[in-house]
């Protein structure tokens, strides 16, 4: 059964019409807001046959609960992802690349993972239930609509979810600043999956332990870590790049 939820910011809105407007039941439009990209957005809606609402800013503030709405809010029917890794994982065509994020939760962190996760082909985001942000609004606002597009999975024993990919043959290696490895030195054109934790304490023991190797971020500067959501756009980059050149692409 579908449910109705709330997205809002210009990124997140004009990202699910682009990809699924079937699913946008209706938009909500500052009606204070006469610049050309409110003109650009309410012209995209009429042209995906999604009706717009001109309301004042008290009522979209209500209906968020004051979040940063930027004068516009949709009702989205959530679309129907994989559920499971094993759905991801059954109907690839492409050596897999997941994302593994441990103990994420910042929800700006998370939206921007989600948001590189798609730009790079990943095929699910996988994260624990417990200790971890799941999709907010907030994270749905940051990822500009890739948290319609990316798979997420939610799972209950990461540590178990990982020995399980490695029985898949999907080599787990994560991002760990005191590896003696860097990744440019690796092959990550086979079945992969990397993965990150937050930004200062990093992976958890037990979540590193179940990595298959760790590698490291040559840092050339003089800052110590990068935010994760860029850890993981250098990463997954990388790993990209080496499947053009190998040909294991899509």
Not at 63 to 76: E, L
Not at 112 to 128: E, I, K, S, T
């Amino acid at each position: 059964m579908s449910e109705l939820r709330l997205i809002y910011g210009f990124h997140a809105v004009t990202g699910r019409l682009r990809q699924h407007a079937a699913g946008v039941k209706e938009i909500y439009l500052d009606q204070s807001r006469g610049d050309r990209r409110a003109k650009d957005l309410a012209q995209l809606a009429q042209e995906r046959g999604v009706r717009v609402m001109m309301v004042d800013g008290a009522r979209l503030d209500g209906m968020t609960q004051h979040a940063r709405h930027q004068g516009i809010v949709a009702r989205d029917e959530s679309v129907a992802l994989a559920r499971d890794l094993d759905e991801v994982l059954e109907n690839l065509n492409e050596p897999a690349l997941l994302l593994v994020l441990d103990g994420i939760t910042d929800p700006h962190n998370l939206g921007a993972c989600l948001r590189v996760a798609d730009a790079m082909g990943v095929h699910a985001v996988v994260v624990p239930k417990d200790r971890a942000v799941g999709i907010t609004p907030t994270v749905e606002k940051v990822a500009s609509g890739a948290a319609e597009t990316v798979p997420f999975i939610p799972v209950t024993n990461l540590a178990r979810t990982m020995r399980e990919l490695k029985e898949r043959e999907i080599w787990l290696i994560g991002a760990d600043q005191e590896a003696e490895r860097d990744l440019y030195s690796m092959k990550l054109d086979a079945p992969l999956a990397w993965v990150l934790g937050a930004e200062g304490e990093g992976m958890r023991r037990l979540t590193r332990e179940h990595c298959d190797e760790l590698a490291r971020i040559p840092m050339l500067g003089t800052v110590e870590s990068l935010n994760v959501s860029v850890s993981a756009g250098v990463c997954l980059s990388e790993a990209r790049r080496q499947r053009l050149i190998s040909g294991n692409r899509k």
